[in-house]
């Protein structure tokens, strides 16, 4: 990835991924009407705001210090409060992907896809500070790809949210 585009493209464009997928769980969150989908989906949203800043604060890092910066890295989705849309997406995710383990779905797609896309990052990186962080952020889209997985299986499954913040302990 980055032999192609260069180091601060590819950068770029994980930080739109990350945008992308913190509006589109926010938007999901917002839809939701369990409550325990609705924390999961939110808290999924500050996480990729989180990924989000944190980008930009390496991207200002090698704009400005040619350095990479450390990644303290969070393994837990307990730690940041969930963040809910307000409808400002255009368009319904529920009738986009049908129901709610449609949304599912594409969710553990685009976390598996974001996980590949820091792997490849971490693999053409040669800082140590740089493939240090690029593994723990796959690592994270890792967890997040888990924690959906055992969602869909439980919807599908039992009928219920299987949420109740214990991953990552």
């Known amino acids: 990835?980055?032999?192609?585009?260069?180091?601060?493209?590819?950068?770029?464009?994980?930080?739109?991924?990350?945008?992308?997928?913190?509006?589109?769980?926010?938007?999901?969150?917002?839809?939701?009407?369990?409550?325990?989908?609705?924390?999961?989906?939110?808290?999924?949203?500050?996480?990729?705001q989180h990924h989000y800043q944190k980008l930009a604060d390496l991207s200002r890092a090698l704009r400005q210090e040619h350095r990479f910066i450390y990644y303290e890295g969070v393994n837990t989705l307990e730690h940041l409060s969930p963040l809910v849309g307000r409808g400002e997406a255009a368009g319904s995710l529920l009738e986009q992907y049908r129901?709610?383990?449609?949304?599912?779905s594409q969710a553990i797609e685009n976390e598996k896809s974001a996980g590949l896309r820091y792997r490849l990052l971490a693999e053409e990186t040669s800082d140590p500070d740089g493939q240090d962080m690029f593994r723990k952020l796959s690592a994270e889209e890792f967890l997040h790809q888990h924690v959906l997985e055992d969602e869909f299986f439980s919807l599908s499954n039992k009928g219920v949210w299987g949420w109740s913040g214990m991953y990552g302990e």
Do not use: C, N, S, W
């Open 99 to 104: 129901d709610v383990p449609g949304i599912l």
């Open 1 to 48: 990835m980055t032999k192609r585009l260069g180091i601060e493209q590819a950068i770029e464009i994980a930080m739109e991924g990350e945008l992308t997928a913190h509006a589109f769980y926010a938007q999901a969150a917002a839809e939701i009407e369990d409550l325990a989908g609705r924390d999961l989906l939110g808290r999924l949203a500050a996480f990729e």
